[in-house]
């Protein structure tokens, strides 16, 4: 082998080290955030299987939805759908407010005419719907 055979090679060989030494850590990050994240997924999927609202009654414009599941939630944060339409959180209240534990009823006025269709969700997707 000659001089400048040898030289390549040397030079191959730190080249592929150097390259290593690059991608061995930004790997790792990679992984650990993949990891991460699987990590965040399947606690909001069992947050999610854990929660489980329920309306229970419908008179007039005020709706009774009961917390079913085994996951604390938080009553100002629920969406309604009237009628196919997303309700501004202004133009409706619900009582108590805050803290919703589970086995627990709240309380939401919607001001809805009866012959409508109604779908409460909670923050994680957990939801329930009613025809009055």
């Known amino acids: 082998m000659g001089f400048s055979t040898s030289a ?3 030079i191959f060989v730190a080249s592929l080290m150097y ?3 690059m991608f061995y850590p930004l790997a790792q990050m990679s992984h650990r955030n993949v990891l991460e994240a699987e990590k965040i ?3 909001l999927w069992k947050e999610k299987l854990n ?3 329920v309306i229970t009654n419908w008179v007039s414009d005020n709706i009774t939805v009961y917390n ?3 996951v604390a939630l938080n009553s100002s944060k629920i969406d309604v759908v009237l009628d196919g339409q997303l309700k501004p959180s202004s133009s409706y209240t619900t009582n ?3 803290i919703w534990p589970p086995k627990t009823s709240i ?6 005419a009866s012959g409508s269709r109604v779908k409460i969700i909670a923050a994680n997707g957990a939801s329930d719907y009613a025809v009055s």
């Open 107 to 112: 309380n939401v006025n919607i001001g809805a």
């Open 8 to 10: 390549v090679v040397v």
């Open 51 to 53: 929660t489980k609202i």
């Open 96 to 98: 108590p407010g805050g």
């Open 68 to 70: 079913n599941g085994s």
């Open 19 to 21: 390259m290593a030494a």
């Open 41 to 43: 997924s399947n606690e």
